[in-house]
């Protein structure tokens, strides 16, 4: 039955996207893994840079399009791995390795649901999968940088999907909505001075104001599904390397939103 053929596809893509390194940023090799299984099935895929994304075979521009979508790069495996990454084990009905469920479990199911209606005349809809890179650093050179590239909104005649199913390891609970992130760089400046003497002007302290504010300022919209938004100061940098300076420009403290 075609289900039990892709079933077995899938494990073994998975089985070898697994074994293939592919941090963010790093993902030539699982992109050419994944360009040459669709060719394998005589699908002509589309790359840009290490995207790869097709449509299916009868696809009608005056349609509405699905996009199906996960990303094939992962991050850098924990020390404390007890098993080796790269090796794809199976035990009790469970495959192992880095990459396995966040996202390549997702992504090689998508697949198998692009291929199964891949060939199917009379679709309601239009299907794109796209696999796409650097998801794990929200890099620009993945999903936004396809959706807004000239040879995927020129198939879609400039109109965007209708909706999108993204793959991402949520125990099966559907998700219907997604924190956006915002990185923001604050600088603070102040004056060099010798801590001692009450000179300068202290850039750390005209930060501390800064991130007073920014942790205790609550936006006044709230998510119905997410809550409160929330803003958080990760990191805090000075070019001082003296105990006894008061810290001048620049005070740099990374902000996530």
Known sequence: MIIDILYEDAVELLKELIATP??????????????????QRGIRPERLLNNIW????????????????????????????TKDPFSPIVKNERLYGLGSND??????SLI???????????????????ATAEEEISGYNGVELLL???????????????????????????????K????????????????AREEGENAIYKALKDIEWFSTYRFPKVSEWLGPVKMSVTVINTENNAHNKVSFSPCIYPLRK
Do not use: W
Not at 103 to 108: E, I
């Open 103 to 108: 996202a390549g479990g997702c992504l090689v």
């Open 22 to 39: 592919s941090y963010s940023k790093e993902e030539e090799r699982t992109a050419d893994i994944l360009e040459s299984f669709f060719k």
């Open 180 to 195: 956006g992130l915002m990185v923001l760089d604050c600088i603070a400046h102040g004056k060099a001075g010798h801590a």
């Open 148 to 178: 807004g590239h000239k040879d995927f909104t020129g198939a879609l005649n400039g109109k965007e999907p209708e909706f999108g199913i993204v793959g991402e390891p949520t125990k099966m609970d559907l998700a219907i909505a997604e």
């Open 54 to 81: 097709t449509f299916n075979k009868y696809f009608d521009a005056s349609k509405p399009t699905i996009l199906l979508n996960s990303h094939h790069d992962t991050v850098k495996p924990n020390p404390k791995f």
């Open 112 to 130: 198998s649901t692009f291929l199964y209606f891949y060939n199917q005349q009379n679709l309601k809809y239009n299907f794109v999968i796209a």
